[in-house]
């Protein structure tokens, strides 16, 4: 996903960078508030998290300019003001989740996942890649209209896939987000499982979508790029 963070502490912007990207999230930084609001307003970014005091302009005026120009993006404040009515008024101007400094590397993580999770429940019900939809709901995928014959795993895999379309997809990242797993075993279940996924989606078809990057991984390429 892609996440704006605006943060004027440059050393625990570089923390919550080094947490966030090996979970496969592309994190863009700024420490101004206004130029944060800028980029907010310019990007397409799936998250925002701002820090309550910054210069220029603090994070609550960033929360209601971009409420008030439409934006509907999840956005996660972070502050050492951490009383109650602090909390309150980060929520009441239109942000989704406070989160009180100093805080956990691990909470940080989950709360992020809960509002990229929650955003896309009620904002996505299909993912599309050229003409590979898959629809999350029902948990279907097609090819051209054709229903493609996936077992859960599979399903997994490709919807990982589709979310990160574009990019390079790791296997540790593949082990973490399809297996449930935080280490790689050097085990060759990945490659079997991409090699099925590729029968599936590839092979009566003029053009691949999924594509190995050597000694690196894997990524589901629009056909455009």
Sequence with gaps: MSILLIEDDFQLAT?????????????????????GLERSL?????????DRMLPAMDGLSIIEGLR??????????LSALDSVDERVRGLRAGGDDYLGKPFATAELLARVESLLRR???ISVSVLTVDDLELDLLDKRATRAGKLLDLTEREYR?????????????TRSMLLRNVWDIQYDPQTNVIDVHVSRLRQAVDKEFSTSLIHTIRGIGYTLRRTSD
């Design 119 to 121: 955003h896309q429940s």
């Design 15 to 35: 923390d919550i960078q080094a947490a966030l990207t090996p979970l496969g999230h592309q994190v863009d930084h700024v420490d101004d508030g206004a130029v």
């Design 68 to 77: 008030s120009a439409g934006r509907v993006m999840p956005i996660l404040v």
């Design 42 to 50: 310019q990007g397409d970014y799936d998250l925002v998290i701002t």
């Design 157 to 169: 895999l490709l919807e990982f896939l589709a979310r990160h379309a574009g990019q390079v997809v």
